[in-house]
């Protein structure tokens, strides 16, 4: 006689042993690699599962890859904390769950104040036995005609406004963060390279005008506004004018340890703004660049 099979029930939810932490369906969760040399893998819980005495816990989960999963390997436009959301299901047991985490849709990733360990992006859906990705074309930007990554610097134009990598026109990041206007190669004209090249010269003597006048006393609807970074790169000063319009500032770079005096010294009127450690676009906002009419497949 064929012996009956055990009865399994669903859970709404369920602690995770070790780390104290409760999952449901649709929690995104990280899970232990069989390779403890390798990172924790990306999943999204779909359904969680008991035996009738409810131990033996399982969950089934939708996996996420990373880019350098996928067939074609990763490219110079994803991002580090890019995954994609595969077809591909699987049954785990519930303590192989290492912790919890966050996959965002692209664009509420870019508008994070700060990325930690446990967030992560999805822009794209992934077939794990033909390699395609849906959708299957994306905008692309720049002379290099790369889709955006949001690790890198882009700036705009603000003649065609399409965005551009400072090193593929021979910019530097810092050069690029003091501009106050660019006009791409296609939409300069000789004022507008002057118009460049004098804003770019006169910054450093502005922010030491407007630094020496703050330190005087000023009203805290006209001040500094620090941009505060966990980042590696350095913290970022916006000079804004007395309306506080975020269209229109001046963009300082500076290091870390120039700032610890003035900031020491000017907090009681200095209001301090945490924005995205990978908020990389100039002369827009924190956003994905506005989708152009040029596109490529993936």
């Not at 992006?121 to 990705?133: D, I, L, P, Q």
């Not at 922010?207 to 941009?227: D, E, F, I, M, P």
Request: glycine content about 6%; charged content about 25%.
């Amino acid at each position: 006689m064929a012996k009956a099979r055990a009865t399994r029930r669903s859970l709404d939810s369920y602690t995770v042993k070790g780390i104290n932490k409760t999952i449901r369906p649709g929690d995104c969760v990280l899970m232990r690699p069989s390779d403890s040399s390798k990172p924790s893998y990306v999943a999204r819980v779909e359904q969680i599962e008991s035996d009738s005495r409810g131990v033996n816990v399982r969950v089934h989960v939708r996996w996420y890859y990373r880019p350098e999963e996928s067939i074609g390997g990763r490219r110079q436009f994803h991002g580090s904390k890019e995954v994609f959301l595969s077809d591909h299901y699987d049954i785990q047991s519930a303590d192989t769950i290492e912790g919890k985490c966050t996959v965002h849709s692209f664009k509420s990733y870019t508008k994070l104040d700060a990325v930690g360990n446990d967030d992560f992006f999805c822009r794209f859906e992934y077939n794990s036995s033909t390699g395609a990705f849906n959708p299957d074309r994306v905008a692309v930007y720049c002379k290099c005609e790369m889709p955006y990554n949001p690790d890198d610097l882009m700036i705009q134009c603000e003649g065609c406004s399409d965005w551009f990598h400072p090193t593929c026109i021979d910019m530097g990041p810092e050069d690029a963060a003091r501009l106050e206007h660019f006009f791409c190669q296609s939409c300069s004209s000789e004022d507008q390279k002057k118009l460049q090249n004098s804003h770019a010269a006169s910054r450093h003597s502005d922010t030491k005008h407007q630094l020496k006048k703050n330190r005087k006393g000023v009203s805290s609807a006209y001040g500094l506004w620090v941009k505060k970074t966990n980042s590696r790169d350095c913290w970022i000063l916006l000079l804004l004018n007395k309306s506080r319009d975020t269209s229109s500032y001046s963009q300082i770079p500076l290091h870390q340890g120039e700032l610890n005096f003035d900031v020491l010294d000017l907090e009681r009127f200095l209001h301090l703004h945490v924005c995205p450690p990978h908020s990389n676009l100039l002369r827009g906002s924190s956003s994905p660049p506005s989708p152009t009419d040029r596109s490529a497949p993936i």
